[in-house]
Nanobody, 127 residues
Framework: QLQVAESGGGLVQPGGSLRLSCVVSGFTSDDYAIGWFRQAPGKEREGLSCISVSSGGASTADSVKGRFTVSLDKAKSTAYLQMNSLKPEDTAVYYC????????????????????WGKGTLVTVSS
């Protein structure tokens, strides 16, 4: 059974940093991808970044490129989302998902291909 669990959210001041973690279990090979998404109150879910476990290739949405970086520790089956220079508009519930492949639409990761989702972790950027 595929399981995805994210952690690392919390309250941070504007300009601060956070690193989110996503542990994935249940895959029998490295042929899958891990995506990061977020949903702010009253807004649609937004794709942030996606990384292929087999190749390490990654894509990041233009809206957060330069501030957010995805990385992978294959040995730990864990992906990370390093978020720097956080802004109040980054406040949202952040989700991790895993599936067969990354899909990018108009420069942003899409949830097509993501089959298993974590419960989300809240990130609040406020002074």
């Amino acid at each position: 059974q595929l399981q995805v669990a994210e952690s690392g959210g919390g309250l941070v001041q504007p300009g601060g940093s956070l690193r989110l973690s996503c542990v994935v279990s249940g895959f029998t090979s490295d042929d899958y991808a891990i995506g990061w998404f977020r949903q702010a109150p009253g807004k649609e879910r937004e794709g942030l970044s996606c990384i292929s476990v087999s190749s390490g290739g990654a894509s990041t949405a233009d809206s957060v490129k330069g501030r957010f970086t995805v990385s992978l520790d294959k040995a730990k089956s864990t992906a990370y989302l390093q978020m720097n220079s956080l802004k109040p508009e980054d406040t949202a519930v952040y989700y991790c998902a895993a599936g067969g492949f990354c899909t990018v639409v108009d420069g942003s990761p899409h949830d097509y291909g993501m089959d298993s989702w974590g419960k989300g972790t809240l990130v609040t950027v406020s002074s």
